[in-house]
Structure formats: structure tokens, C-alpha cells
């Protein structure tokens, strides 16, 4: 098995979500379809004449945003994320911590998003367990190498999430929960959050905003 850094791994996800090939055929609404919605929208960014070049990457990367992360449950990809620590912050500290983390996923895509070309996902079998369930799929790289990727999604008024994506039997959400729990016992909450904070303000980051789940 390959080993894959968080950013190598945040990257593929986003691949995995921009490109589908599917390969069986599902009920409307269905998990499958509601990553095919995603996918189709900021295809047709990348792909609209009046988007592209420099003078419209402001624009582009909005509606990139906002087509990419209207599929993610942040907030329960966070609470997993921070695991134990969860239950120990405030109402106040936990939206906080929500927007740095989805502030977080953003860095690791949009610039991903724009190097598209062509790499392949093949869909698989898509199972349900009442309000959770799996869609199986396989990366296609550009030298024919298959990567298993499966979506872990859950619902909630009728709607599908992505509250997890496991890549190579390597989870997104355990992968954060590693580096944010080291932080958190070798020094502190706040620390993270401030190292979070450092990193975002640094990059010049716009937060995501419009698109995600509250």
C-alpha cells in the first residue's frame, strides 16, 4: 500500500469528487447521485469560456467552493476529526472550530481542483444502513493504477453528506485525528486552533463560506 501525506491524500479526494465515470445505475437522490450533482457542477466552472484565465480566478474558485463543499458535512467531519475533544468545548469554540477546519480542506483543494485533467473514477456497489451509507469507487490514475476510494455519507433531512472518505483503507477523518490529537496532548486546544489560525492567515485564505453545512 502506497502511504499518502495529508495532502497527498486531501488532493486525490478531491479528484475522486470532480471526476465520475459511473458504471451502474441508481435511484434519484441517491448517495451516488448527489456526488454526480457535485461533480457536474464544477465541471461545468471549469469548463465555462467566461470563467477561465487570471482576471476571473476570484470568481472561479468561488463558485468552485461552493459547488465542491456544498457535499461536506463539516461539522460532523470536525467533531470526528477532534474526537474526545469535542465534548470539551463551548458551543462557540465548536463553530470556530468547524470553519478552521473547512478553512483547512479548502487549501488542500482548490488548487488541485484547477490542475484537472482527465484522471477517471469508476463507481462501484453503493450501500445504505438507514441514515448512513457507502459508495465504493476506484481512482483511475493517469498510468492506469486502480485506487480504491470509498465515500462515507450520512443523511440528514433528506440529504446526503460526505462526512468521511477512506482512500486506500485510510480514512480522511482518522488521518486528521492523528495530527490534531498530537497537538492537543504535547501542548494544548489552543494551540492547534492558534497553528490553524497562523496557518490560514498566512495563505491569504477567504473562508469557505457559502456551500457548506452549518
Same mark, same amino acid.
Given at each position: ?130 441514515? +448512513? $451509507?457507502?459508495?465504493?469507487? %476506484?481512482?483511475?490514475? /493517469?498510468?492506469?493504477? &486502480?485506487?480504491? *476510494?470509498?465515500?462515507?455519507?450520512? !443523511? ?32 494544548? +486546544? $489552543?494551540?492547534?486552533?492558534? %497553528?490553524?489560525?497562523? /496557518?490560514?492567515?498566512? &495563505?491569504?485564505? *477567504?473562508?469557505?463560506?457559502?456551500? !457548506?453545512?452549518?
Amino acid at each position: 500500500m502506497r502511504k499518502l501525506s495529508i495532502h497527498g491524500f486531501t488532493a486525490l479526494l478531491v479528484l475522486c469528487i470532480l471526476v465520475t465515470i459511473p458504471v451502474l445505475s441508481f435511484a434519484a437522490d441517491s448517495p451516488t447521485d448527489r456526488i454526480r450533482t457535485t461533480t457536474d457542477k464544477v465541471l461545468g466552472v471549469l469548463n465555462n469560456p467566461a470563467l477561465k484565465g487570471p482576471a476571473k480566478e476570484a470568481q472561479r474558485r468561488k463558485e468552485i467552493r461552493a459547488a465542491v463543499f456544498g457535499v461536506f458535512d463539516f461539522k460532523e467531519m470536525a467533531k470526528r476529526s477532534l474526537a474526545q475533544y469535542w465534548k470539551e468545548r463551548t458551543p462557540q469554540e465548536q463553530e470556530e472550530f468547524v470553519s478552521l477546519f473547512a478553512d483547512l480542506l479548502e487549501r488542500s483543494y482548490i488548487n488541485k481542483i484547477e490542475n484537472y485533467s482527465g484522471e477517471k473514477i469508476v463507481y462501484g456497489a453503493e450501500t445504505k444502513d438507514q441514515d +448512513y $451509507a457507502v459508495v465504493k469507487s %476506484k481512482f483511475i490514475t /493517469k498510468r492506469r493504477e &486502480e485506487i480504491p *476510494v470509498d465515500y462515507r455519507m450520512l !443523511t440528514e433531512s433528506g440529504q446526503w453528506w460526505v462526512y468521511d472518505v477512506v482512500i486506500e483503507n485510510v480514512s480522511l477523518v482518522n488521518n486528521y485525528r492523528v495530527q490534531f490529537n498530537k497537538i492537543i496532548r504535547g501542548s494544548s +486546544y $489552543a494551540d492547534l486552533v492558534k %497553528k490553524m489560525k497562523n /496557518k490560514a492567515e498566512s &495563505e491569504g485564505l *477567504v473562508a469557505v463560506g457559502a456551500g !457548506t453545512k452549518k
